[in-house]
């Protein structure tokens, strides 16, 4: 026997770590320099700071505990002592900080202030600002040294500690199973274990099991490393046996080759009897079954112990089956990873998030895990290039983080799969070698790293052989490895740096040819992957919108702020990953119900785990395991008192037949549970009664078959086969047999099946002489005529046992439905076909079969109508010509339409008409079919012409949703009046006799007044809010407020309110904002270059605060820089990219500008859109412009202004200027742009704002309710402002502005019209608002020689009624009311005589000069108004349904239509399949946006020019430009007379 082997550092002797430190002092440019030159620190000084700085790193360790066996211990500062060390012949500059012993806990933490720089800079500090010096720490240096203190660790933590003593205490169990989260030493303690054994008796065997090759050569190496002496390894490596994947090839002995160990196979394994087994990854191999009992193979009972080591969280939700009476031993400290490292994989991890973070075993939190996201140049590209470089990338961030650190064998890059593996390997290596080329760089399997016994020791030196010495120090000389292996082979593993390269994919897809594959598998692979690390985590992926990493792109790393557990947690989603996969509550539940031996169906775990989310939700428990164990006790006693009942149910029933209670005990438990059980004794009865009807089916079900069966063995060939359509029928009889008469079911079934066969006989004999009458059954094949002969057989049988007929009787009346159903189905297959080829409306085809015109064959154009009067379509050819054909002379060519739908939905229509037309006869089907197809689509073309052109006449927009809700009702009506009508002649007129017009017209109004109910509901809800929205300055996109309005609506039809619904939806909109760059301390992805980011993930493991972050530096740089330069900026380099393309930074808002830079506030003229640098930075919330000026409001109320003042003898301003007289402002309004005569010599214009606590601002020249007409600055309306007024008893009665509240303000060029709030006195007190408002306005509309005196008027027309808008005219107003009811007022032709009505009320009358009341503005399809806007002369109006009208003016083509007077409203015909959303006009100028963001412009053709200046169309045209980010979109437009803005708002 061999001497019992010594251990290089026995395990159970605590091994403190030696401190050492080396810093040197630097000069201000950085080069190095003697701290005892003039002027400097000295070395006292500086020795001094090394050792304070070394005391506040160390400050956050517990003290140690009076127990040393516990305690880790602390650092004795009174040990530690600072020297200075020569370097060459230079003055001493590096400094030796040394002495003293580190406890692991310390260790951990000194190194997180060194590689962090807190190190050197709480030591710089102690210096003191003025110091001329600085100290740097070799941080590379440091490195070896916790690498020897940490990869090599000998010492167990006290909890490690704690927890091996419980698996030693553990005599009565057959083993430890010790389940712990990554990074928690479980393997560490395990192999101590296994070295206890394998040390304590020179004959005990070890078997250790692996999941992969990697982890068995790490375990053998682990053990050979803590052996002294070569011989001593030998003999104690020969007794550790390892079995890993594929586990069919056996067990394997260790031997030592060199500095390597290898595995050799190991011969009659079976025979050995193993003192202990360490399953390690144990939650992934007992997850197979055959795994499960190979190894279970391996244990002698009585003799072997088995050791389990597992990690729920990394087991993929498994329900798995452990090996009974092992011990549990749960690990809760994590003392492998960074706290920050721990913080990361959270994000992966299913559940024990809080105690995964809150219990590590050290206070170090190491440096944030980088991102190197990116994209690829197209789907289709090989990826494995772009990987590659950047994963060389990567190598490069964390060569420069470790200046001058070896870094063999201490990064490990990890792929998900072989294929990824051969794809990055040689071409890694290849750009390495050529990047790196002093480094040597050598890409390694995780299993030849894994084997590596690390540097000989000195008793190993002289015990070694020339040749192994030889072979060593080339093996030493081999370069710098860099592990390269896939996760499969690196779990369990761990090194100091981590590289995950390729490992994310799409949430919900497949990963093809992964070595686990799935979305599940992805999350798994990434924990698993990033909890491998000590020190530093880099994930280089592609950028996959929806994948597990996609939340990188949306995330900032706060350098400003210090790592803080507490404030991860707080920050922390933690169900997110729980959200996307199986539920870990089900996985707990369904393993705590299994290992309490309750048998849980599906519908019962998914039940319980709803309790258990509640339970935990309201924090009735304090962990998912507690809140498992409180449902399980309530459904044990359900369980106990359902079985209860049922035993009282069968007492009572006194008979147990036909009755197994543990089949009704579930569902009748489930029911008890969830409190659906009133009556328990009565329920359990109910159960029992329903389930001994169901046992006495079955039991008269198998005596009828075993009647049957006696049957056939006595005549076999005269006794056929029961159909399953027969024999519920004849287990009714059975049952009736023996309930009624008593007889046994035996007795009763022979009686039952001899009736059976008697029936079968005759109706072979009713069907053979039928059968042979229809001649289509004899020219069937006989395999399809036997079968079918059965089939009609068992119906037959069927219905003469179900209805009690004769045999005859249900032969005759199954053949006639057989037939009955068969010409049906000719009929249907012949209707789907004819309706595939046949013409519908504006459908693409092609003519055919033209005898008169052959030349016209096989071209192709649209059907663009029908002619009624022939019934033939109207053809237009691609060149232009017109032709009416018929429908057997066109070809389908283009897919199906709406219409086609809708003929394939009308077919059991159509097949009854076949059916008249055919009268018995199914000879001419396909004749007839055609005929009635072709006749259906030639009606149902008509109708669409029809519904259309009635749609045109009202000018309202048909849309193809619209159609499909009228045509079907509509045709069924149509056809239904054709019925008696025969196909005689095709040319013959189709519609005889039915008035499509009229039928059309009448569904049309119908529909319309619908719609305009439902605009209407839609319009109060769309004001109710934008007003909410405004008084919140919320900006909201087009797209979020139709979401917000759809869900306010449905609220508001249950009856809920208006006001609570409209607050609820926009409560949930913040909420569910686009997430921003959510700023964190876990992550670092400024190595991101993705341009993909849209800042809208799939999986955030963060939460969105509700307070604003600060942006880091980089981002408040661009964010100031001009829009258009990030461009250029995203070339520089790798981290300006991924923040110049990343949209979540950029503001929601921006506007681009066009004409003078004096009043656009560009640097510089612009003929076409140009971005506004201002909106950038100022979030703006409304823009207003008038002639030459413009004002906007930002979204803290302030509001800024440029261009050319208010009154004339003011200098212009250029440069946005903030007016700070107006704070906390809603909206501003100003004279509206335009041309009148007189312009140029105009004295200024008036403006106007309103605050949120109701008050009013004027200024400018005019009608401004001040004292003068010319007031220079804003100033707020007061009641003592209006002593002219006064005089004349208005104010008084109209508006007391102390009080009244004003909601709207708009400013023509000579009259202010004002909404006011009027509040009682009581009101005003509490703030309440009410339902009291007015109109007023002051000034004249339109006076050419004399101002009028400016007394406030009331318009009682438009008392109380509540606005969503008041906006001026020149000459004219207009108010729109919540429920999109326009309201116009004022001069009708202007002081130039507009060759239009400005108010739309038709024809203006000429003899009247004054200003005409509020009228609300009627027209065909003029329905309910979303929005309105006003130049001078013009108004443009949009429907909450997108269509726009205008009317006024037409001078230069300004209302962007063809008529040369527009009195009333009229339909921009062009825009017809556009849904508009906003709009403006400047005289001659207009514009509008679609919901789509684009933009069409028209105007200009004359003298105004402008944006639309140029083009040949004179209708709206659509415009495009570069320039503008892809994540937005055009929202509003806002023209004044030689200038105007584009607002774009960022879409989510």
């Known amino acids: 026997p061999h001497p019992t082997p010594r251990l290089r550092r026995p395990w159970r002797r605590r091994a403190m770590q030696r401190l050492q430190l080396v810093a040197e002092t630097r000069d201000a440019s950085g080069k190095p320099c003697d701290p005892e030159v003039a002027e400097g620190p000295g070395l006292q000084a500086v020795t001094k700071a090394l050792l304070h700085a070394l005391q506040s790193s160390l400050r956050t360790v517990e003290d140690a505990e009076d127990d040393d066996d516990e305690a880790e211990g602390a650092l004795d500062m009174a040990s530690v002592s600072v020297t200075p060390v020569a370097t060459a012949a230079e003055a001493p500059r590096v400094l030796s900080v040394h002495g003293g012993t580190l406890g692991l806990r310390q260790m951990q933490l000194l190194r997180d202030q060194v590689l962090s720089g807190d190190f050197d800079a709480a030591a710089c500090h102690d210096l003191g600002r003025d110091a001329t010096v600085t100290l740097h720490t070799d941080r590379s240096e440091f490195v070896e040294q916790y690498e020897e203190s940490v990869l090599q660790i000998q010492t167990l933590t006290p909890h490690q500690k704690e927890k091996v003593e419980e698996c030693e205490g553990s005599g009565d169990s057959t083993g430890v199973h010790l389940r712990a989260p990554a990074g928690a030493g479980k393997t560490f303690v395990a192999l101590q274990r296994a070295l206890d054994t394998l040390c304590g008796d020179d004959h005990s065997c070890v078997l250790f099991v692996a999941r992969n090759a990697a982890l068995a050569y790490f375990a053998a190496s682990w053990v050979g490393k803590r052996i002294r002496g070569a011989k001593q390894r030998v003999h104690v490596l020969r007794r550790l046996h390892l079995l890993h994947t594929p586990l069919h090839q056996g067990a394997h002995w260790v031997a030592v080759e060199g500095n390597c160990v290898a595995l050799r196979p190991l011969e009659g394994s079976e025979a050995v009897q193993y003192a202990l087994i360490i399953v390690d990854e144990a939650h992934h191999l007992y997850a197979s079954a055959e795994a499960r009992q190979t190894i279970e193979a391996f244990v002698t009972e009585g003799v072997t112990r088995r050791m389990l080591l597992s990690d729920i969280s990394q087991s993929m939700g498994h329900n798995l089956v452990y090996p009974e009476g092992l011990q549990e031993v749960v690990l809760s400290e994590v003392v492998r990873c960074s706290k920050r490292i721990v913080a990361g994989a959270m994000a992966f991890q299913l559940g024990g998030e809080e105690k995964l973070l809150t219990k590590c075993h050290h206070e170090a939190t190491g440096p944030p895990l980088k991102s190197l996201l990116f994209d690829l140049p197209n789907a289709q590209s090989d990826p494995f290039p772009a990987y590659v470089k950047e994963t060389a990338d990567a190598l490069a961030h964390v060569m420069t983080t470790f200046p001058g650190l070896c870094l063999h064998n201490r990064v490990a890059l990890v792929l998900p799969n072989s294929e990824y593996l051969d794809g990055v390997r040689a071409q890694l290596e290849q750009l390495l070698l050529e990047r790196f080329p002093e480094r040597r760089f050598r890409l390694v399997s995780a299993a030849h790293a894994s084997a590596w016994l690390g540097k000989r020791s000195d008793e190993d030196e002289e015990e070694a052989t020339e040749t192994e010495k030889e072979s060593v120090m080339a093996e030493e000389d081999d370069g710098e490895w860099l592990v390269c292996d896939t996760i499969h082979e690196l779990d369990g593993l761990e090194r100091l740096v981590v590289i995950c390269v390729g490992l994310d994919s799409v949430i919900g897809q497949e990963m093809a040819d992964t070595f686990e594959g799935g979305t599940l598998q992805a999350r798994s692979m990434l924990y698993r992957a990033v909890t491998r690390a000590h020190l530093m985590v880099v994930v280089v992926n592609e950028f996959l919108p929806g994948g597990w990493l996609e939340f990188l792109g949306s995330v900032r790393l706060r350098d400003d702020e210090a790592f803080d557990s507490k404030a991860e947690m707080d920050r922390s989603e933690t169900r997110a990953a729980e959200g996307l996969v199986s539920s870990a509550v089900t996985t707990v539940l369904a393993a705590a119900a299994e290992a309490q031996g309750l048998k849980l169906e599906e519908k019962t775990l998914s039940a319980l785990a709803t309790d258990v989310a509640t339970i935990r939700e309201r924090g009735e428990a304090p962990s998912d395991e507690s809140a498992v164990e409180l449902v399980l006790r309530a459904w044990r006693r359900c369980s106990e008192a359902a079985r209860s009942a049922l035993q009282g149910a069968v007492e009572s029933e006194g008979s147990s037949e036909f009755v197994e209670l543990e089949l009704l005990l579930a569902p009748l438990t489930l029911a008890l549970h969830k409190g659906e059980v009133v009556n328990l004794p009565a329920a359990a009865q109910e159960a029992l009664r329903a389930e001994r009807t169901c046992q006495q089916k079955a039991a008269a079900t198998r005596a009828l078959h075993s009647a049957i069966e006696a049957l056939r063995a006595r005549a076999p060939e005269s006794t056929p086969k029961l159909r399953s359509e027969v024999v519920p029928l004849l287990e009714v009889r059975v049952s009736a047999l023996t309930a009624e008469q008593g007889k046994s079911w035996d007795e009763a079934a022979r009686i039952v099946a001899e009736d059976w066969l008697r029936m079968s006989q005759q109706l072979e004999q009713a069907l053979q002489q039928v059968l042979p009458q229809i001649d289509e059954l004899q020219r069937m094949p006989p395999s399809k005529r036997q079968e079918l002969e059965a089939d009609l057989a068992a119906q037959a049988s069927a219905h003469a046992w179900r209805g009690g007929t004769t045999a005859e009787e249900a032969v005759k009346v199954t053949v006639e439905k057989w037939l009955k159903e068969k010409d049906e189905k000719m009929i249907t297959e012949a209707l789907e076909l004819a309706v595939e080829k046949v013409p519908t409306l504006y459908a693409r085809m092609r003519l055919k079969g033209l005898e008169k015109k052959p030349e016209l064959n096989s071209q192709e154009g649209t059907i663009q109508g029908v002619d009624k009067k022939v019934g033939r379509w109207e053809f237009r050819l691609e060149n232009g010509d017109a032709c009416r054909v ?70 309202m927009q048909l849309r193809a949703e619209a159609l499909t809700e009228l045509m079907p009702s509509l045709l069924e009506q149509l056809w239904s009046s054709l019925q008696q009508q025969q196909v005689e002649d095709e040319a013959e007129e189709p519609n005889e006799g039915v008035d499509v017009k009229e039928v059309a017209a009448q569904a049309v109004n119908d529909w319309a007044q619908r719609e305009h109910s439902q605009q209407v509901e839609a319009a109060v809800v769309a004001s109710a809010l934008q007003t909410a929205a405004q008084s919140q300055r919320l900006v909201l996109t087009d797209n979020a407020f139709a979401a917000l309005q759809r869900k306010a609506m449905q609220v508001a039809r249950r009856g809920g309110s208006l006001e609570e619904a409209v607050e609820t939806a926009l409560e949930e909109w913040r909420k569910q904002l686009v997430r921003k760059q959510v700023h964190q301390t876990v992550w670092d992805p400024s190595g991101n270059s993705t341009r993909r980011v849209t800042g809208v993930v799939r999986f955030m493991p963060f939460k969105m605060g509700s307070e604003r972050f600060d942006y880091e530096l980089l981002t408040s740089v661009f964010s100031m820089l001009p829009f258009n330069s990030l461009g250029c900026l995203s070339r520089v380099c790798r981290r300006w990219r991924g923040v110049a393309n990343d949209p979540s930074w950029k503001p929601d808002l921006v506007a681009y500008a066009w004409g003078d830079k004096k009043v656009t506030g560009l640097a510089k003229d612009c003929t076409r859109p140009t971005l506004l640098e201002l909106s950038l930075t100022l979030r703006m919330v409304q823009v207003a412009v008038s002639d030459s000026s413009t004002f906007v409001v930002s979204e803290t109320g302030a509001v800024w202004f440029w261009g050319h003042s208010w009154l004339a003898e003011q200098e212009p301003e250029a440069e946005p200027t903030l007016l700070p007289e107006l704070r906390d402002v809603v909206s501003v309004t100003t004279t509206p742009p335009g ?93 309440a608002s009410c339902q009291q408002t007015a109109v007023l306005t002051s000034g004249q509309f339109c006076d050419r020689f004399r101002r009028a005196e400016p007394v406030l008027q009331e318009w009682e027309e438009l008392r109380d009624l509540p606005l969503r808008q008041l906006v001026a005219g020149g000459f004219h107003c207009c108010a729109l009311t919540t429920r999109g009811e326009l309201f116009t007022w004022g001069h009708e032709f202007g002081q130039d005589s507009a060759n239009g009505n400005l108010l739309g009320h038709g024809p203006p009358q000429r003899g009247h000069t004054g200003a005409r009341p509020p009228r609300r503005v009627q027209a065909d399809g003029f329905g309910p108004i979303a929005e309105v806007s006003c130049s001078s002369y013009t108004t443009l109006a949009i429907t909450m349904d997108g269509r726009a009208f205008s009317w006024g003016d037409c001078d230069g083509d300004s209302l962007g239509q063809p008529e040369t007077r527009c009195d009333t409203p009229h339909w921009l015909e062009d825009l017809r399949w556009q849904r508009v959303s906003h709009g403006s006009l400047a005289y001659t100028n207009g514009a509008v946006a679609t919901d789509q963001g684009r933009v069409f412009v028209w105007g200009g053709n004359y003298w105004e020019g402008g944006i639309a200046a140029g083009r040949r169309a004179r209708g709206p045209t659509e415009i495009q430009w570069n320039g503008v980010p892809s994540c937005y979109c055009c929202s509003s437009v806002a023209l004044a007379h030689k200038h105007g803005f584009l607002v774009f708002r960022k879409q989510p």
């Open 886 to 955: 018929k429908s057997q002379n066109l070809e389908r060519i283009s897919p199906g339409d709406e219409v086609t739908s809708l003929l394939k939905n009308s077919m059991s229509l159509w097949r009854t008409s076949v059916r008249q037309f055919m009268s018995g006869d199914i000879g001419g089907l396909d004749g007839v079919v055609r005929a009635v197809v072709e006749r259906c689509a030639l009606l149902a073309g008509n109708l669409q012409m029809e519904l259309e052109e009635a749609a045109n006449e009202h000018r």
């Open 1235 to 1327: 041309y009148f005569h007189g312009r140029g010599h105009r004295q200024g214009y008036a403006c106007a704002a309103v605050t949120r606590d109701g008050g009013l601002y004027t200024w400018g020249y005019g009608e401004l309710l001040q004292q003068a007409n010319e007031v220079p600055r804003p100033r707020r309306v007061q009641a003592t402002s209006m002593s002219k007024h006064e005089r004349k008893g208005q104010a008084a009665e109209e508006w007391k502005p102390s009080s009244d509240r004003v909601l709207q303000a708009a400013v023509g060029l000579d009259f202010l019209a004002i909404c006011v709030e009027r509040r009682q006195p009581e009101q005003q007190a509490t703030g």
